[in-house]
């Protein structure tokens, strides 16, 4: 594998002593992380470790009880909420678990939102998109005729149209068949090599673990190299 660009020495995402806790369960105690640019982390994880969560804090959308998160030399969690906002209309692509495709705009409107919020151009780039996630030629359907892994694909293709800073990607090839998988995965280091852009990805797909850069495991107490590696 290349290794990621480093043109910025300066780290791209820097998470240090995160911690969160409902009442007074801790879900995480002492998460830290530092992210180059242009690189793919993978994070694994047993079921409701908090691996959403985590993302949730990097993104601002929820908040932490201890720590901080550095993006591009800002403090996440210490923004307002219009500057988080903004922050992830400009510097992040989020896949949610869930996709949060919008059902009343076509999928070629749904890939260009990012674009159309920031006043940019869409030009070829959302066609581009659609057709490297493997969706060429159908911008124009509603996401009701799409099938659940082409509406993943969908949210994946939104996350990266504008060429974020970071891209969080919450189980990115759950839903696919291995092609699709691999096409997503060629798309996410696509964007990592050619752009800079860093991901992070929360996966239980060791093939998708592959292709990242780094492999880390979220538990407890922190983040950790996985006892198989
Ligand atoms: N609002 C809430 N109140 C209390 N507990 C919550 C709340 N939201 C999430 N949790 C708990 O926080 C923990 C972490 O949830 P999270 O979805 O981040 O886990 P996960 O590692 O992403 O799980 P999975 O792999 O199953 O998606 C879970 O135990 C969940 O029950």
Same mark, same amino acid.
């Given at each position: ?18 911690? !969160? =806790?409902? @009442? ?26 908090? !691996? ?40 992040? +692509? ?27 151009? =869409? @030009? ?6 659609? &057709?490297?996630?493997?969706?060429? @030629? ?18 994946? &293709? ?10 969080? &990607? ?25 752009? +800079? ?10 093939? &998708? ?14 983040? =950790? ?5």
């Amino acid at each position: 594998m290349n290794a990621p660009p480093s043109a910025d020495p300066a780290p791209l995402l820097t998470v240090s002593g995160l911690a !969160k =806790r409902y @009442g007074d369960a801790f879900i995480f105690s002492d998460v830290s992380l530092v992210m180059a640019r242009g690189e793919l982390v993978a994070l694994l994880g047993e079921s409701g470790v908090g !691996k959403s969560t985590l993302l949730n804090c990097v993104a601002g959308l929820d908040t932490a009880d201890a720590g901080s998160v550095t993006l591009a030399g800002r403090d996440v969690l210490g923004l307002s909420e219009p500057e988080a906002a903004r922050l992830r209309r400009e510097d992040l +692509g989020f896949v949610f678990q869930a996709f949060h495709v919008l059902p009343h705009l076509s999928v070629a409107d749904n890939v260009g939102l990012p674009l159309q919020l920031l006043g940019r151009p =869409r @030009g070829d780039r959302v066609d581009r998109m659609l &057709a490297a996630v493997g969706l060429g @030629g159908l911008g124009d359907r509603a996401p009701r005729q799409l099938s659940g892994g082409q509406l993943q694909r969908v949210a994946i &293709a939104r996350a990266l149209v504008h060429e974020p800073a970071l891209v969080l &990607a919450d189980e990115p090839t759950g839903n696919l068949d291995p092609r699709s998988a691999g096409l997503v995965m060629d798309v996410l280091v696509d964007a990592a090599r050619r752009t +800079g852009g860093g991901v992070l990805m929360v996966t239980h797909s060791p093939p &998708a673990a592959a292709r990242c850069d780094r492999v880390l495991e979220l538990t407890a107490q922190g983040v =950790r190299l996985p006892v198989s590696s």
